[in-house]
């Protein structure tokens, strides 16, 4: 007797098809097979043939994916959600799933493939929210063989559908609650892979930043990169960073809850290296480790980041200061053994630490490098920055940090500068950061050239410092006499041929005269100076390096003009008037000045503070003078402008120029000063308007929140009533079956009791439906209510630049039209806020009214529980237990008959074949075979196969 299930059979023969198996007869497609595994799917009706069908889809979804997800993605998603209770078919239908949405996979030669049959299959798979609600359910399951694949599928989703994926996820209530508990599994490639899943998600959506950070994601990943080793640790240590950057990154709500929550001086134990057992043994790095460190560098620059609010930034730096963190962050940057890219990343660091920063400056000042003899940081900082040797990344970093420990750093701005004034012998011959500059700045290397001139010029924060540096005398070479070194910088100017040296000496030679009349005196003393500088300005350009030249020409005689002193010089004010108005042309001078504004190298230059720089060749154009470009340019065309204000006034018999009369000059000034005061005043109200504005903003801001909160409560309300209603109908079902079984008194009773409770069904369905409605009513004003809330924030910002460009305009005038469209907008955004009030206090009384409906309704289940109760009659528990009995004994000789059905169906299919194996044998022998036995043949084989399938 044969114990193998025809089920089984037809199975194991499918799949060895689908497979490559060998037969006599032909052997169906792979679309074929599968459509019959999807038939069976759907139709059969014990779990065990089910199963056994996913199980073959999922051995067949690789290589067959297209067939696989066009047949039977659907029924997957009804086998989790309809037998989501069978541990062993979930983790199979997931798997099936996951194969199916995967991009990059492996083909039968062990190569990686992508596929755009994955994406297209994701969209269709969320095109329906319940999926994924459905995922986030099965996530909560703790059994491994559920959660594991579960987590798998959602993060090979994520990074197909990002977008669509976090949308889904953030309408999915308590979705982001189910994935944090991801962190907490014991089981380390579970809460692995929720890490995976949470950095997907994360990206580039502050709201579900916010929400995970809110959950406390940062100390619970801290702590997995404690558990980890800290820097010593693996991949799991860095994907924990990224997720803790992802988190922060652009967020200035999350970095504030960082800091608060004092998490900075966390980190502290991760840049504590083990140092070798030997002495003077080189740290070994290898490419995790560097990989980690890396990964915490850049997440202490997000912290400390000048793209962030002032007062975070100083906060961070502040608090690093306090915990040691910058002590840490200087030994890392002078380790030795340390690969470059690192050694650069960790330059970057310290620079934004340091940065503006007066404690952190007046500590790395004090740092020295371990070196023999020992030598101060800053002079190791030049050393690198100056080098030819040293890769461009690294350079740029060091000028980087150059930079930031100059800002805001007055003191050590002028001992720099000092330098290059020794006092003594012993002075004169130890090397200094003044020394290291100049001798740079004669480079051959155009590199050095300019790191030099920016790393000067950010030394030049004051005209004392200016008026300082023009007294420093230099020669050129050893035969040559000294002169000054801005004579010395003129001169390398004209002589230079490369851009990159040329556009370096412009910029520190108008930073340089900007706001210092010496300066200014000096420089125009020299006719050869402007004589150059006119025939730069006056050449026609042939290509875009000269035009930026032009440019940079025309700002240094536009700083001239705007800066002059009004002494005896050969070139007057008027002079240099008529020298930009003539010579040059007025049009072709702002011409000149807006191409370099406008210059792809301006542009990139202006984006951030840090020199990013690919190739040597995109070295133009520094941060710094971006900034200090705009500022100059629009003093330079008001001072073209204007030039009979406050310009002094040229004395036809001596050809000097004289200044305007006192009477006038006062008068004017008064004048000026009044309309300043005047604006300030303006200002001053309109900022206590903009405050109030923001204030009932975020106080209509708490309400929409609170009222979104409601909302939640109330739809997970209407899903238990459901269930109960569910319940409650099963209990009508079960009382009508045991009234019928019961005498005639207790029939009559529960069939009155059963009218009762669907009356009182139908009622409960009415109020669940009028509760939908409202909630629906409640979704949509509350979305009407986000959209104005949008509007209104617009209106502020617009009304906040409008107050930030009245002091602008309070030199030259606002109009009457001007000042009445100011007041229009102010009041309108004021009528935009009472109306705002008015719509949250309805929807508060709508929510009111919507609590107390709730209440009522639950009042109704109670009582409809309580009215389900049945009656203990031992007439009706005895002929239950009667029927029990019954179905039982039916149930056993149902399976007896289906056990031997099976058996004679298995010899009945054995019979056949042999029948038909000795039929072909007599053919083979010569004997005469009818053909009615063959139909007779296919037509019982047909009627056993659809026995199979009633079956």
Known sequence: VCHVSPKMDFLSKGISAVLGGSGDTAQPTGAETIERLCDRLQSATRLDDR????????????????????????????????????????????????????????????????????IQFTEILL?????????????????????????????????????????????????????????????????????????????????????????????????????????????????????????????????????????????????????????????????????????????????????????????????????????????????SGMPSHMLTEAINTVAEVIRGSSPNQEFFSEVQVPSDPPRAAILAVITSMVTEKQPLELRCAALYCFQSYMLKNAAYQAEVVSTLLPSSAAAAQSVSAGQL??????????????????ALASTLGSTLQKEQLLRVQLAAAADQPPMSLLQLCVNLLAQGT?????????????????????????????????????????????????????????????????????TD??????????????????????????????SEHFTRAAKHPQPLHSTVDDVVFDHAFAVFFKQQTDLVLKALNSPNGLTPSVDSASGHTSPAPPSTTTATVEHHDSIVTSYKELIREQDQQLNEMRKQLEGIGGERDSALTSSREQSKMVETLLQQNAELKQLLERSSRLAATGNESSSSIASHEVGQLRLQVS????????????????????????????????????????????????ASG???????????????????????????????????????????????????????????????????????????????????????????????????????QLRQRLRKLGEEVSDEEDDDDDVDEDEDADEEEEQ
Request: contains cysteine; hydrophobic residues 40%; charged residues 25%.
């Open 51 to 118: 199963r056994d069908a996913v199980r073959a889809l999922r051995s067949l979804s690789k290589k067959f994916k297209l067939e696989v997800g066009t047949q039977a993605m659907d029924l997957l998603v009804g086998v989790l959600d309809r037998d989501k209770a069978d541990i062993e078919m979930t983790e199979l239908a997931l798997e099936t799933l996951a194969n199916i949405v995967v991009v990059q996979d492996t083909n039968e030669d062990g190569e990686r493939v992508e596929s755009d049959l994955g």
């Open 127 to 335: 095109k329906r929210q319940e999926t994924i609600a459905l995922l986030l359910s099965i996530v909560e399951d703790y059994d491994f063989h559920v959660r594991w694949p579960a987590v798998k599928l959602l993060h090979i989703l994520g990074n197909n559908k990002s977008t669509h994926m976090q949308e889904l996820v953030l309408s999915s209530p308590m979705g982001i609650s189910r994935l944090m508990d991801l962190l907490s599994d014991s089981r380390e490639i579970i809460r692995n892979e929720g890490v995976l899943v949470l950095l997907v998600l994360t990206r580039n959506n502050a709201q579900i930043q916010k929400i995970v950070a809110f959950e406390n994601a940062f100390e619970r990943l801290l702590d997995i990169v404690t558990e980890e080793g800290l820097s010593d640790g693996g991949i799991v240590v860095e994907d924990c960073i990224l997720l803790i950057q992802s988190l922060l990154k652009s967020n200035n709500l999350n970095q504030n809850f960082f800091r608060e929550a004092s998490l900075i001086p966390r980190l502290v134990p991760f840049f504590e290296l083990k140092l070798p057992a030997k002495p003077g043994t080189a740290l070994s790095w290898d490419s995790q480790k560097i990989n980690n460190i890396l990964q915490m560098l850049k997440l202490v620059r997000i912290l400390v980041s000048p793209v962030n609010p002032q007062q975070a930034t100083v906060g961070a730096q502040k608090a690093m200061h306090q915990c040691g963190l910058v002590k840490l962050l200087c030994g890392i940057m002078f380790s």
């Open 814 to 916: 606002l109009s009457a039209d001007e000042q009445a469209k100011l007041q229009q907008e102010i009041a309108g955004l004021k009528t935009r806020v009472q109306e705002m009030d008015l719509q949250m206090k309805t929807i508060s009384q709508e929510r009111d009214e919507l609590k107390g409906n709730v209440k009522q309704l639950e009042g109704e289940v109670e009582k409809l529980q309580q009215n389900t109760r049945l009656p203990e009659d031992s007439t009706l528990q005895n002929a239950y237990d009667t029927l029990q009995r019954d179905y039982e004994e039916l149930k056993r000789g149902k399976e007896t008959m289906e056990k031997e059905q099976e058996d004679l169906l298995c010899i009945l299919t054995e019979n056949t074949e042999k029948a038909k």
């Open 498 to 566: 490369h851009i990159q040296s040329r556009v370096a000496l412009m910029m520190l030679l108008t930073t340089w005269l900007a706001g210092c009349a010496s300066c200014i005196n000096v420089f125009l003393s020299n006719q050869a100076n402007m004589s150059f500088l006119t025939g730069l300005a006056e050449l026609e350009p042939d290509s875009e390096q000269a035009r930026l030249l032009q440019g940079l020409s025309c700002l240094v005689l536009g700083i001239c003009l705007a800066h002059h002193p009004g």
């Open 437 to 454: 500059l100049c001798t740079a700045l004669f480079s051959p290397d155009q590199l050095s050239v300019w790191c030099a001139s920016i």
């Open 763 to 810: 009622d409960l369905q009415a109020a669940k439906t009028n509760l939908e409605n409202i909630v629906r009513q409640r979704d949509a004003k509350l979305n009407q209510l986000q959209s104005e809330l949008n509007q209104s924030r617009m209106k502020e910002s617009e009304a906040r630049g409008l107050a930030e460009s009245a002091q602008d305009k309070a």
């Open 569 to 598: 010089l050969p070139y007057s004010k008027d002079t240099l008037h008529q020298i930009i108005g003539h010579r040059i042309g007025t049009e072709r001078f702002g011409d000149s000045l807006s191409f370099v504004s406008h």
